[in-house]
């Protein structure tokens, strides 16, 4: 399996706090990674590190096998601005093809069939000339990954994908994810507050704690001590 | 009433043909800004116009020439203050308004008194527009249109979404800022027919009224050049016919065009819900 993303040794302060000290993870072509910690634990920030958006203090985010840092497939989580934005499903998609176009202005015919085929690949043909702003949340997520499908042909990088749906459309909403995963072969990479869901769908996490994060696979993770703690103190609670 | 006979004055035709090129700037402009919530930057960049024009006024200097930097300073300013979300952007912004609006209206009173510039600098004025600002007009519309038609597309991703548009590799700050300067140049131009008081209706109305019925984005924005053309014309017309104040006259049909749009808007909802209840 080829290396597509390497962290070694990476830094980040914010205001002049480390918030991640010394991190050092790698994802393969194919791998589902999901990144969990709590609020406050540098999601965010590593976030827009791996998307080229902001350099580590210390330490090196490489980006191998061809893989672009604007050729990452983001799915950030939504704006109150953008739920009534006049858009129609279609624009939002193909906005997705931004960063093939670089100084053209205008999308050619192979960027609309790209759109088209992604729309396909979702199950969204229905909203094609539907407005984004009345969607359900789930309809406007699926259109996002659509629009994150044309940015990214190997990679997806999924911020919160679930928040504010309802436990339905939330399932359905991992399970596409996983297939995209497990079909077609596409590395994803996500930020998660569910780490039952982390736990139940991907490959590999990592558990962002200050100096002391925990990267390994899903298998390591439920034997190391954090995920003893965070995952079991979960279950016992949910069967309480 | 013989239409055509109003505009065989010059100051007429001057302002017809001034004030349509700067409406359509305003609301191509607008359409981004409202979607961003950045309305009230063109609010705060007309009060910051206000005082620039009559400090201006008063120390008896070129009034484009000392207010244009003014307000360009401001509009960057402005739209950090709103990108930074620590400080409270709506708060931040009517602080500077008034502030400004004061500090006009007090250097007026203190040197040429409130004359008819300070009250058409405020209220707008039918007869303000010189044979210089129509070239300008010309200018900046040149300036907006191209770049509607060349970004057209990271106008549209930048005002949609503006993390992913800089995480597939668009420089978002830069597309911020000429809107942010090409608002600044439209206001300060515009202020003097519209009045500081309503020149920021010009940007905010049409975004708005398009979007009660239109629901893309290429919609919105050609619906609102159209209804801004058309708001200021009859504007103009009703403002010479009945000697009301021009810029007063132009927010009143906008008002009135908005109202229209929000009953059809709210009737075609009512017939989608039960379309797609089916």
């Known amino acids: 399996m080829e290396e597509l993303l390497k962290c070694e040794g990476v830094s980040f302060s914010y205001e002049n706090t480390g918030v991640i000290k010394n991190l050092s993870f790698c994802v393969h072509s194919g791998d589902y990674l999901c990144i969990v910690g709590e609020n406050g634990s540098g999601k965010s920030t590593l976030t827009r590190g791996i998307l080229g958006l902001k350099s580590p203090a210390e330490g090196k985010i490489i980006r191998e096998n061809g893989l672009k840092a604007n050729e990452i497939g983001y799915l950030p989580q939504q704006t109150p601005a953008q739920k009534d934005f006049p858009a129609n499903v279609f624009e939002v998609v193909l906005s997705g093809r931004l960063n093939s176009r670089g100084f053209r202005p205008f999308y050619s015919a192979e960027d609309k069939e790209i759109a088209v085929h992604n729309i396909h690949r979702l199950g969204i043909e229905e909203l094609v000339r539907r407005s984004y702003r009345d969607l359900s949340g789930g309809q406007q997520q699926r259109v996002l990954l659509a629009r994150a499908l044309c940015a990214g042909k190997k990679m997806l990088l999924l911020d919160e994908p679930v928040t504010g749906l309802d436990p339905i459309v939330t399932e359905d909403m991992y399970k596409l994810i996983n297939e995209l995963n497990r079909k077609e072969g596409i590395t994803i990479i996500m930020v998660s507050h569910d780490i039952n869901a982390s736990v139940k769908y991907a490959t590999h996490i990592l558990h962002l704690n200050g100096d002391k994060s925990f990267f390994g696979t899903t298998d390591e993770y439920i034997k190391s001590p954090m995920g003893r703690y965070f995952f079991s103190d979960e279950k016992t609670q949910l069967e309480d | ?278």
Do not use: W
């Not at chain 2, 600002?133 to 038609?149: A, H, P």
């Not at chain 2, 006259?249 to 017939?271: E, K, M, P, W």
């Open chain 2, 1 to 278: 009433m013989d239409l055509f006979e109003m505009f065989e004055y010059d100051f007429m035709q001057r302002a017809l043909l001034g004030g349509l090129l700067i409406s359509l700037c305003a609301a191509l402009l607008g359409v981004s800004l409202v979607l961003k919530r950045y309305s009230m930057i063109g609010d705060g960049l007309s009060h910051v116009g206000f005082g620039a024009l009559a400090i201006a006024s008063g120390a008896n200097l070129a009034p484009l020439e000392f207010a244009i930097p003014i307000v360009v300073v401001s509009a960057f300013f402005l739209l950090r203050i709103s990108e930074n979300s620590k400080i409270k952007g709506d708060a931040a912004i009517a602080l500077i308004s008034t502030s400004a609006l004061a500090i006009g209206i007090t250097a007026a009173t203190l040197t040429t008194g409130m004359n008819t510039d300070i009250n058409s600098y405020l209220f707008g004025s039918i007869l303000s527009m010189s044979q210089n600002d129509v070239v300008l007009c010309v200018v900046l519309f040149i300036m907006v249109s191209v770049m509607f038609i060349l970004f057209y597309n990271k106008i549209f991703a930048v005002t949609f979404d503006e993390s992913f548009a800089k995480a597939t590799g668009t420089r978002a700050g830069i597309y911020n800022m000429i809107i942010a300067l090409l608002t600044a140049l439209t206001i300060v131009v515009g202020m003097k027919m519209m009045g500081s008081l309503l020149i920021s209706s010009l940007i905010i109305f049409p975004a708005i009224t398009s979007m009660r019925i239109f629901r893309s984005f290429r919609s919105v924005i050609i619906s609102s050049a159209v209804i801004s053309a058309v708001s200021f014309t009859a504007g103009l017309i009703i403002s010479y016919t009945f000697s009301t104040p021009t810029g007063a006259s132009i927010v009143i049909v906008n008002l009135f065009v908005f109202l229209i749009f929000t009953a059809t808007g709210a009737l075609i909802d009512r017939r989608n819900a039960k379309k797609y209840a089916k």
